[in-house]
C-alpha cells in the first residue's frame, strides 16, 4: 500500500499515512467512526472519545424510588432519564440530581400512553443515543375496599401499574434488540427492571383495601418471567423488583400503626429507597431474576406458597389420578 505524507510544518518529521485510509476531513472522532466501521481499528480506540456513556431511563422518576435509582446509576457513570406525570416534581428531582453533577433529562410521560411511550424512547436516543437501564417504576394505587372500587378505579391503575409497564416494554425492546448488533460493548449491555413488589409474589390475604394493586403487581412478576427466556436470546437482562414497605426514614417510622397488615408484616424490616435501589444494583449485576430487598418478604411467600400447596392436598382427594404411559 502506498505512503505519503503528512504535517504543514516542514521542519516537522514527516509521519507515514497509509493511502488506503480514509482522510481526516470531518474531525477525528467522525474519522475513527470511519476506521470502526471498517473494521480497522478496535472499539477500545472509539470509546475513549466518543459518547460512550451508558443510559438509564426511569418512569416515576419523581417518587421516592425513582430518585434512588437515578442516584445509584449515576453512581455508576450513567446519564439519566426521568420520566413522571408530575412535571413540578420531575424537575425538583431533577435540579438535586444536576446540583451533585449528574446529567439527568426530564421528559413529562403518562405511561398509561403508548404514544407517550414511543416519545420517551426517542428523547433518550436523540439525546443519549441508546438505552442500557430501562426501569419500569410509576406506580399508582387506590385503597379502597373491594366492593367500593369502580371501573374507573381498575382502570386507572391498571393502565399505569400493569399497561404502563407492558408499554414501555413494547416501546423500547426494538431499540434493545437492535443494540445487541453493535459492535460497542456499551451498547450491548442492556437490562430491564420491571418494579412490582411483595404484593406481587406474597399474600394478597394481607391486602385487602388494595386489589387493583395487588393484581397489577402480580401481572408484572408473570410478564418478567414469561419474557425472560426470550430477552436471554437477546442477550438482554430482565430482573422483576419486589420491594416490601419502603419509606423515607425507617427510624421515624418505627412503631406507628399501619392501615394494612402486609404494611405491618414488614415493621421490622423497613427500608430506606436507597437501600432498595442498592439492593437493585446488586440484582443486576448478579442477573437474578427476582431482586428481594425486604428479607421478612422470604415468610410471606413461603406461606402463600403452603396455601397453594394445601389446596393441592386437598384435589388428592377429589381430582382424576394421573395416567401413567401403560394405561393410556
Known amino acids: 500500500m502506498g505512503v505519503d505524507a503528512i504535517g504543514d510544518d516542514p521542519g516537522e518529521p514527516e509521519y507515514g499515512w497509509d493511502t ?3 482522510r481526516p476531513a470531518t474531525g477525528l472522532q467522525d474519522f475513527l467512526k470511519q476506521l470502526w466501521a471498517q473494521g480497522i481499528i478496535e472499539e477500545e480506540l472509539t470509546m475513549m472519545t466518543a459518547n460512550n456513556r451508558p443510559c438509564a431511563v426511569i418512569t416515576g422518576g419523581a417518587g421516592l424510588l425513582g430518585k434512588a435509582m437515578a442516584s445509584a446509576f449515576a453512581v455508576e457513570g450513567f446519564d439519566i432519564l426521568l420520566a413522571d406525570i408530575d412535571g413540578h416534581r420531575l424537575e425538583l428531582v431533577a435540579e438535586g440530581l444536576r446540583a451533585r453533577g449528574i446529567q439527568v433529562l426530564t421528559q413529562v ?3 398509561a400512553s403508548a404514544a407517550a411511550l414511543d416519545a420517551l424512547r426517542d428523547a433518550a436516543l436523540t439525546q443519549f443515543g441508546r438505552v442500557n437501564r430501562l426501569c419500569l417504576n410509576a406506580g399508582l394505587a387506590i385503597p379502597k375496599p373491594f366492593e367500593a372500587l369502580t371501573r374507573d378505579d381498575w382502570d386507572k391503575v391498571l393502565g399505569v401499574q400493569f ?10 425492546l426494538p431499540q434493545l434488540i437492535a443494540q445487541g448488533e453493535s459492535r460497542n460493548a456499551v451498547d450491548r449491555n442492556r437490562h430491564i427492571i420491571i418494579v412490582s413488589s411483595m404484593s406481587g409474589v406474597g399474600r394478597a390475604d394481607l391486602r385487602p383495601i388494595n386489589a387493583p394493586y395487588v393484581v397489577a403487581k402480580h401481572a408484572t412478576v408473570g410478564l418478567t418471567e414469561v419474557m425472560a427466556p426470550t430477552m436471554e436470546r ?24 399501619w392501615p394494612m397488615a402486609s404494611a405491618a408484616w414488614y ?23 427476582h431482586i428481594f430487598p425486604h428479607r421478612l418478604g422470604r415468610q410471606e411467600v413461603i406461606d402463600r ?9 386437598s384435589a388428592e382427594r377429589t381430582s382424576p389420578p394421573i395416567t401413567t404411559p401403560a394405561e393410556t
Open 163 to 172: 399497561h404502563g409497564v407492558l408499554n414501555g416494554i413494547l416501546s423500547f
Open 109 to 111: 410521560t403518562d405511561v
Open 305 to 313: 406458597h403452603a396455601h397453594l400447596m394445601a389446596d393441592f392436598d
Open 234 to 257: 437477546h442477550g438482554i437482562g430482565v430482573s422483576v423488583l419486589c420491594p416490601g414497605m419502603t419509606v423515607a426514614d425507617p427510624t421515624a417510622m418505627q412503631g406507628k400503626i
Open 267 to 289: 415493621e421490622n424490616n423497613l427500608l430506606d429507597a436507597d437501600q432498595v435501589a442498592a439492593e437493585m444494583m446488586a440484582g443486576i449485576a448478579e442477573k437474578r431474576l
Open 20 to 22: 488506503a485510509l480514509p
